[in-house]
């Protein structure tokens, strides 16, 4: 099978589209023939091996697994010992290791059935990016009807489910994001969006309940400006460049602060669960949720598609397809 690998760290030079042994499902395991992949900001970091952390789980000089790609959509092709929650040919999708393949084995608890009126390129865009933005508002945010939310980067790949799901939840959503998605974030739900070119959210004299924010392109005394005097802020990623920590440096300076004031600054990993996926599969098939997305590219382009998602203006999410792609 054709699969996206690399053997050391660095841009996405690195990768390479080569032809390697399809796996076989371990117990507990499908083996999914992916139709459709998307690309997240930890693709990139794992690729360049930074901030250096990270290195401590990927491996410290060069890759462990030289493979990336976490978010996919496919069907099933066969199943392993004890597996029996889906049959061959059943559309799914989740999370699994080594997504940017034509193949790939995911654990029978981290993907569900595709709802019929999903496309595969939309159900791959949602795992890493929904999980991100419903964790964060439902558990960290506590997020409830009447709340008023504001979503920094509300047209990127977090940002663009955050603003949808807080509206579900029945908040009143204000988005942030630049000129050209201004109508965009509108049209996916925001009550108010704030063109950051013009106007900066942190000096309006306005105050939220909620902050969820993607960028981390404010100091904290300046978004704790912009919150109630009880408000919470969430950090998801942020725009710390630095090699040893990277956005991590961001999160732990919110975690160092947090006990000393009355604001909840909390730092936010997403994790991925069967429930939660089965929430969202239930909201992407009643219409209340549908993924952006900025482009799609094929496999072999994947070098490309996560320059794109580098470059910091991707509107949504990136995706890559598989489509009709042999058996071997």
Known sequence: MKAIVYAEYGPP????????????????????????????????????????????QSGLRRPKSGRLGYDMAGTVEAAGQGAARFNAGDGVFGSCRGAFAEYACASENTVVHKPANVTFEQAAAVPVAALSALQALRDKGRIRPGLKVLINGASGGVGTFAVQLARVYGAEVTGVCSSRNVDMVRSIGADRVVDYTRED??????????????????????????????????????????????PMAGMLKAVALSPLVKQKLLPFLARVNRDDLLALKELLGAGRVTPVIDRAYPLGDVPQAIRHLEGGHARGKIVITIPGHGEA
């Not at 796996?23 to 499908?30: F, I, K, L, S, T």
């Not at 904290?220 to 990623?237: E, P």
Request: a positive charge; proline letters at 6%.
């Open 13 to 56: 030079e690195v990768l390479s589209l080569s032809e390697i042994e399809r796996p076989a499902p371990g117990p507990g395991e499908v083996l999914i023939r992916i139709r459709a992949a998307s690309v997240n900001p930890i693709d990139w970091h794992f690729m360049r091996g930074i901030p250096y952390a990270m290195r401590l």
């Open 201 to 246: 959210f942190t000096r309006a004299g306005l105050r939220y309940d909620l902050i969820l924010d993607t960028v981390g392109n404010h100091s904290l005394s300046d978004r704790r400006r912009a919150l109630t005097a009880d408000g919470i802020l969430v950090l998801v990623g942020g725009s710390e460049t630095g090699r040893l920590l990277g």
